[in-house]
Nanobody, 117 residues
Framework: QVQLVESGGGLVQAGGSLTLSCAAS????????MGWYRQAPGQQRERVVR???????NYADSVKGRFTISRDNAKNIVYLQMNAVKAEDTAGYFC???????????WGQGTQVTVSS
Protein backbone atom coordinates (compact mmCIF):
# COMPACT_ATOMS: atom_id res chain seq x y z
CA GLN A 1 0.00 0.00 0.00
CA VAL A 2 0.97 3.61 -0.53
CA GLN A 3 -0.39 6.55 1.40
CA LEU A 4 -0.45 10.00 -0.17
CA VAL A 5 -0.79 13.32 1.61
CA GLU A 6 -1.33 16.45 -0.44
CA SER A 7 -0.94 20.06 0.49
CA GLY A 8 -0.84 23.49 -1.09
CA GLY A 9 -4.27 24.05 -2.57
CA GLY A 10 -6.25 27.22 -2.08
CA LEU A 11 -7.52 30.37 -3.69
CA VAL A 12 -5.36 32.16 -6.25
CA GLN A 13 -5.99 35.03 -8.63
CA ALA A 14 -5.93 34.45 -12.35
CA GLY A 15 -2.39 34.87 -13.61
CA GLY A 16 -0.92 33.95 -10.26
CA SER A 17 1.00 30.93 -9.04
CA LEU A 18 0.45 28.07 -6.66
CA THR A 19 2.47 25.02 -5.68
CA LEU A 20 0.99 21.68 -4.72
CA SER A 21 2.95 18.93 -3.04
CA CYS A 22 2.25 15.28 -2.37
CA ALA A 23 4.22 13.05 -0.05
CA ALA A 24 4.11 9.29 -0.45
CA SER A 25 4.73 6.75 2.28
CA UNK A 26 4.43 3.00 2.60
CA UNK A 27 5.55 0.70 -0.22
CA UNK A 28 7.26 3.47 -2.16
CA UNK A 29 10.04 1.37 -3.69
CA UNK A 30 7.59 0.05 -6.25
CA UNK A 31 6.40 3.45 -7.46
CA UNK A 32 6.81 4.09 -11.17
CA UNK A 33 4.86 7.25 -11.96
CA MET A 34 3.78 10.05 -9.66
CA GLY A 35 1.39 12.65 -10.93
CA TRP A 36 -1.75 14.70 -10.71
CA TYR A 37 -5.28 14.44 -11.96
CA ARG A 38 -7.91 17.09 -11.61
CA GLN A 39 -11.68 17.12 -11.63
CA ALA A 40 -13.92 20.13 -12.00
CA PRO A 41 -17.60 20.03 -11.03
CA GLY A 42 -19.62 18.15 -13.62
CA GLN A 43 -16.46 17.15 -15.49
CA GLN A 44 -14.57 13.92 -15.86
CA ARG A 45 -11.32 13.45 -14.02
CA GLU A 46 -8.42 14.25 -16.33
CA ARG A 47 -4.72 13.63 -15.97
CA VAL A 48 -2.77 16.85 -15.70
CA VAL A 49 0.76 15.55 -15.62
CA ARG A 50 2.87 12.61 -14.54
CA UNK A 51 6.55 12.02 -13.93
CA UNK A 52 8.54 8.82 -13.94
CA UNK A 53 11.41 8.11 -11.62
CA UNK A 54 13.98 8.97 -14.32
CA UNK A 55 12.36 12.36 -14.89
CA UNK A 56 10.33 11.56 -17.99
CA UNK A 57 7.13 13.61 -18.03
CA ASN A 58 3.77 13.76 -19.77
CA TYR A 59 1.77 17.00 -19.65
CA ALA A 60 -1.78 17.65 -20.74
CA ASP A 61 -1.87 20.15 -23.59
CA SER A 62 -3.96 22.50 -21.48
CA VAL A 63 -1.15 23.04 -18.97
CA LYS A 64 1.99 22.81 -21.09
CA GLY A 65 4.21 25.81 -20.59
CA ARG A 66 2.38 26.85 -17.43
CA PHE A 67 2.67 23.92 -15.01
CA THR A 68 5.85 22.15 -13.99
CA ILE A 69 6.08 18.84 -12.20
CA SER A 70 9.10 17.78 -10.20
CA ARG A 71 9.91 14.83 -8.03
CA ASP A 72 12.20 14.18 -5.10
CA ASN A 73 12.89 10.47 -5.33
CA ALA A 74 14.77 10.36 -2.05
CA LYS A 75 11.84 11.84 -0.14
CA ASN A 76 9.08 10.43 -2.34
CA ILE A 77 7.53 13.82 -2.83
CA VAL A 78 6.07 15.20 -6.03
CA TYR A 79 5.46 18.89 -6.63
CA LEU A 80 3.26 20.72 -9.08
CA GLN A 81 4.23 24.31 -9.76
CA MET A 82 1.25 26.08 -11.31
CA ASN A 83 1.99 29.38 -13.04
CA ALA A 84 -0.21 31.72 -15.05
CA VAL A 85 -3.28 29.98 -13.69
CA LYS A 86 -6.60 30.42 -15.41
CA ALA A 87 -10.20 30.16 -14.27
CA GLU A 88 -10.45 26.83 -16.08
CA ASP A 89 -7.74 25.42 -13.80
CA THR A 90 -10.25 25.51 -10.96
CA ALA A 91 -10.73 21.92 -9.82
CA GLY A 92 -10.00 19.36 -7.19
CA TYR A 93 -6.44 18.15 -7.72
CA PHE A 94 -5.64 14.57 -6.86
CA CYS A 95 -2.18 13.17 -6.47
CA UNK A 96 -1.63 9.60 -7.62
CA UNK A 97 1.10 7.01 -7.92
CA UNK A 98 1.26 3.69 -9.69
CA UNK A 99 3.40 0.64 -9.21
CA UNK A 100 5.79 -1.06 -11.57
CA UNK A 101 4.45 -4.29 -13.12
CA UNK A 102 1.06 -3.75 -11.54
CA UNK A 103 -2.28 -2.17 -12.29
CA UNK A 104 -2.46 -0.72 -8.78
CA UNK A 105 -3.04 3.01 -8.50
CA UNK A 106 -3.13 4.91 -5.24
CA TRP A 107 -4.83 8.26 -4.72
CA GLY A 108 -4.48 11.18 -2.40
CA GLN A 109 -7.48 12.76 -0.73
CA GLY A 110 -7.48 15.72 -3.10
CA THR A 111 -6.88 19.41 -2.64
CA GLN A 112 -9.04 22.20 -4.02
CA VAL A 113 -7.60 24.87 -6.29
CA THR A 114 -9.85 27.83 -7.02
CA VAL A 115 -8.80 30.52 -9.47
CA SER A 116 -10.57 33.84 -9.15
CA SER A 117 -10.85 36.16 -12.12
Amino acid sequence: QVQLVESGGGLVQAGGSLTLSCAASGSTSRIKYMGWYRQAPGQQRERVVRIRGDGFTNYADSVKGRFTISRDNAKNIVYLQMNAVKAEDTAGYFCYVDWRFSARIFWGQGTQVTVSS
